[in-house]
Structure formats: C-alpha cells, structure tokens
C-alpha cells in the first residue's frame, strides 16, 4: 500500500515535470449569479488535479455594472494579483487594451463557436477573450396557471399585460397575497438596459446607437415601448421591480409568486431544483412583441468570456485556465447543470444537453437573431451610453419625467458625448 502511494506520487510529480509546466498559483475573479461560482470551484479542481497548478477564486457582486467598474480600476492600475477576468460580452471594445491576444493560443478550438461570438471578441484583429457562453433571455412562464386560467402563452407585450393581471388578480383571490403578474430587471444598472431594449426593439424601435453609430433611440416607437412598460409598474408588477436585478427577479419567482418573468436561461436549471415551489410548473417562450409595422420578438444578447490580464506574472497557465474553463467538455457541463447556452455549435446536438435543457433546441435560432448592444459602434463610450440609457429608462419608469421628455434628453447627451 505504502509502496503504491509512493509510486503514485512519484509519477504524479514526474508527469508535471516532463508537462514543463511548473506548477503556479492563479486566480480567477468572477461574479456571482445563482449557483455560478460553486459550479466555477468544481471546475477549476478539475483544472488543478489535472495541471498541479491551485486557482484561487476571487468573488464579485453579480451586478457585471459593479463587475465592471472594480475591474476598470484594477486593470488601470496594473494589478498583477489577477490572471483571468470573468468578462462580459460587451466589454471586448472597452478593455481589449488590458488583455492578452488570444487569437495564437485557441487556434485549435476557434472554429468549434459561433464565429458571430469570436467576433464579438476580437478587437482590431486582437482575441480579447475565450466564450464560456453565451445568453438570451427567454419569457419565463408558468404552465400550470395558464392552464388554470384557459390562457395561451402571450406574444405581445399587451397580451401579457392582461394575462398577468387576471392571473394575479385570481391567485390574490384564492389567497395569495403576495402574487404578481411580471418581474424583470428594473434596478437602474446594465441589466435594466437589456431589457430596455428588448422593448424599444421589440416595438420597432431600433437599438440606442445604429451599428453605423447613428443616435436612433428617440423616436415615437422608443416612446411608445417606454410608456406601456411603464404602466406595468405598480399593477402586474411590484413597485420593488424598480430595485431588481436578475437575482431578486428569480427569487420572487421562484417562490411561486409571480406569473411571468423575463431572465436569461441560467433561470431554468435553478427553477428546476428541489427546493424550488416552480419545478415541473413552468416553461419558456421567446419574449413578447411590442406593436407597429416592425414589431417583433427581440432578446438582447449577452455572455460571459474568459480574458487574460497583461500584467499576470503567469501568462501560460492562465491562458491554459482561461482555455480550460472555455473548453466543449466544461460549456457541455455548463449547459447541463448551469442551463447556459453554450458558444459551441456542436453542443446545441448534444442528447444530454438537450435532456438536462430541451429548450436549448430552439434558443439556437433566438440567440443567434439576438439584438446586440451598441458596445461596437460606440467603443471606450458603451459603458457612459448604457448608463444614460438605463438612467432616461428608469426615471421614465420611476414617473419621473415622460418617456418622449427623457428620451429627447438622452438623444441630446449621447449626441454630445459621441459627436
Ligand atoms: C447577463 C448577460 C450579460 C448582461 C447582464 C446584465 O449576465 O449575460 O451580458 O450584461 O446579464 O445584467
């Protein structure tokens, strides 16, 4: 026994040896949304068993406007106590300058993604970062009240609308008082613009800043978006929505006191819980479509990345982490237990993926007609144009100005702060 524990531990060490690679220490930052970072440390023991390198993970608020700003600062000053950032989709443009080209490093695997995805990664030829996965959100819904109520799932924002109130109106009845009809993400930050623009875009709106950099956003369908979802507030939704992120949505939701929600997938696995009052009572839909000649179902697309910071003092095993953590056999888990979309096409075939997650069949087809936010055009300014977004949104929402008066506002900001 003693003999074979010895000779094991020998091979170990030898294998790390002939590998070259000297076992380092890494650390990896990431936000913290549902059970993302217990699923990251059961990763990354995967990573250190099989590399001898120890990753420490250093945990953020899962608000990524918080991610962002803390990561902006660190990046600035050159810290050199993190390897690899945990980044979203849109911020490629805004920090490319910090991170490592990984263009020579994923040769390999970059033709297993969605080239639209590489591309939304690669800044002036550079690949800033490795997809883990990709997102768009879906309109959560429950099964078991539609049925209740005789009612079809909605596809219009004022179907919803009246769908939501009756249900609420009768769960409130029966003895539920705490039932509303819709939560999303009204909290004034990144999200909020999200969902924002799902509505503007949904009602033919366009999306804030044109992929030609042309201010689009006030306009009588902007207006018209705005104003409906606005009546939302206080009726099928709780005044508190204006203070919600994707968390607290779930949370009302998951408790079985709301109808309907807007979040993005990772939503699904965590409903399906046991401890959760809506397993088996819910499905998802593609969100609603506002009205007018271009009205449409529209998702904003987002994703999380892996990036490698320039002043890590371990460049190669952070690489290799930040492959590691991108790689078909982690998204394959990822899209099991996480219900995340994976960046991967073959995946989307997967028997196990589509048995853990059947609505991944069709999220394909959504995410890849998913609207993106105007980051591209408007590069090092996306954070400051999101900001005065979700800010003309919330106090819109909030009743603190109308929405043609807010917006006419931001179109002046935003042509002051891009022209
Ligand atoms: C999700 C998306 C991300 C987006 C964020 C907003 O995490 O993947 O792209 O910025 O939600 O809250």
Known sequence: MKINKLLVGLMTSVTLVAGAA?????????????????????????????????VTVVPMPSSTTDQFGQYRLWLAAGNADIDVYTTDVIWAPQLADQFLDLTE???????????????????NGKLVAIPAYTDAPALFYRTDLLEKYGKEV??????????????????????????????????????????????????????????D?????????????????????????????????EEESRGVWQLGNAAFMRNWPY??????????????????????????????????LGGWNYAVSKYSQNPDAAIELALFLGSAEIQKERAINQSNLPTIEALYDDADVL?????????????????????????????????????????????????????????????????
């Open 213 to 245: 950099g042309t201010i689009s956003i006030n306009n009588e369908q902007a207006v018209a978006a705005l104003e409906e979802i606005k009546t939302f507030i206080g009726t099928i939704s709780p005044e508190g929505n204006l203070a919600y992120m």
């Open 22 to 54: 000297q076992a380092v220490e890494l650390s990896v930052v990431s936000g913290d949304t549902g059970n993302g970072l217990a699923f990251l440390e059961e990763q990354l023991a995967k990573f250190e068993e099989q590399t001898g390198h120890t």
């Open 154 to 211: 909605p596809t219009t924002w004022a179907e919803l609308k009246a769908t939501a109130q009756e249900i609420m109106d009768g769960e409130r009845a029966d003895g539920n008082a705490d039932m509303w009809g819709f939560v999303f993400q009204g909290n004034a930050y990144e999200g909020l613009t999200c969902n924002a623009l799902e509505w503007v875009k949904s009602y033919g709106g366009g999306q804030i800043v044109e992929a």
């Open 267 to 300: 939503a699904y696995a965590l409903g399906q819980g046991d401890d959760s009052a809506v397993k088996d009572k819910f499905d998802v839909a593609p969100l609603p479509a506002g009205e007018g000649p271009d009205a449409r179902s529209a998702a904003t």
């Open 355 to 419: 048995a853990a997650a059947p609505f991944m069949g069709n999220w394909k087809e959504i995410f890849q007609n998913a609207v993106p936010r105007p980051s591209a055009p408007t590069q090092e300014n996306y954070n400051e144009v999101s900001s005065l977004f979700w800010s003309a949104v919330h106090n819109t929402l909030s009743g603190n100005g109308s929405a043609a008066e807010n917006l006419e506002v931001l179109e002046a900001d935003l042509d002051e702060l891009l022209n």
């Open 105 to 123: 490093a994923a040769a390999d695997v970059i033709d297993q993604h969605f080239p639209s995805i590489i591309e939304s990664q690669t800044v």
